[in-house]
């Protein structure tokens, strides 16, 4: 079987290196990009109360990070950056030592129109505009940040005090550059970064590492580019020099 078909029947299947998402979608069997369409909310859908019923591994260190931050007591804003249906929310609770926190999810308007109606909690809130969310304090990006072509924490009303990323494709021995995933609902685009140079550029907006974890709950295996491969994917801590 020639690779590329075995690609486009494998789910989670990586395929190619490419210097831009234009590049990458070209390979792309059908026309659904990305994770706004019906098929990938349904898929979604489907697979909410497995993701709510138990706290994954890559939940843990940064749910350990958000209830540290939240012993200070004072109100905080948490901004859930492609937090889809809100399981993160959900089983965050099953942790919490604290409600003083009000839990915004960003995502793309088929997720978020849905889950609008759907999820109806006091604490949660559902937005497909980033500026509708202002003075945020806690910024969460779980397996989000990679799929944006042109993602920049600038877009934000506010730079927050605290960012956590998870389930993040870092490399050290190449640059950035973009692959193309099988999502079965959806093919997707996404970058692989360079490891160095990704906390360099958030360094450079004023903040120090204050804690770094790998998981190996996913990876990201290319067939023939061994190099930039990745056999586990990074978590990282950030907290504003000035907070």
């Known amino acids: 079987m020639p690779e590329i078909e075995k690609f486009y029947k494998s789910y989670g299947a990586f395929f190619g290196k490419f210097e831009s998402f234009l590049e990458a979608k070209r390979f792309s069997p059908?026309?659904?990009?990305?994770?706004?369409?019906?098929?990938?909310?349904?898929?979604?859908?489907?697979?909410?109360?497995?993701?709510?019923?138990?706290?994954?591994?890559?939940?843990?260190?940064?749910?350990?990070?958000?209830?540290?931050?939240?012993?200070?007591?004072?109100?905080?804003?948490?901004?859930?950056?492609?937090?889809?249906?809100?399981?993160?929310?959900?089983?965050?609770?099953?942790?919490?030592?604290?409600?003083?926190?009000?839990?915004?999810?960003?995502?793309?308007?088929?997720?978020?129109?849905?889950?609008?109606?759907?999820?109806?909690?006091?604490?949660?809130?559902?937005?497909?505009?980033?500026?509708?969310?202002?003075?945020?304090?806690?910024?969460?990006?779980s397996g989000s940040i990679q799929y944006i072509e042109d993602f920049s924490l600038k877009q934000l009303n506010n730079l927050p005090n605290h960012l956590l990323f998870a389930r993040l494709p870092l490399n050290e021995k190449c640059k950035t550059f973009v692959t193309l995933q099988n999502g079965i609902s959806s093919f997707n685009p996404q970058y692989v970064y360079n490891r160095l140079d990704f906390i360099n550029s958030i360094k450079e907006l004023g903040y120090e590492l204050i804690d770094e974890w790998k998981s190996h709950y996913d990876k990201c295996i290319i067939p023939n580019f061994k190099e930039e491969s990745c056999k586990y994917y990074s978590g990282l801590y950030f907290r504003r020099i000035d907070e």
């Not at 889809?84 to 999810?105: I, P, Q, R």
């Not at 889950?115 to 909690?121: D, G, L, N, P």
């Open 30 to 141: 059908i026309t659904n990009i990305g994770y706004d369409n019906k098929e990938t909310l349904q898929r979604m859908i489907d697979n909410i109360d497995i993701l709510k019923s138990s706290i994954r591994e890559t939940e843990y260190p940064f749910f350990l990070w958000l209830n540290k931050i939240l012993e200070k007591n004072t109100f905080q804003n948490i901004l859930d950056f492609g937090g889809a249906l809100g399981a993160h929310f959900y089983n965050f609770n099953k942790l919490c030592l604290h409600e003083n926190f009000h839990w915004f999810v960003y995502d793309v308007a088929h997720i978020i129109n849905f889950a609008k109606e759907e999820y109806k909690v006091d604490a949660l809130s559902f937005h497909e505009n980033i500026k509708e969310i202002k003075n945020i304090d806690i910024f969460i990006a």
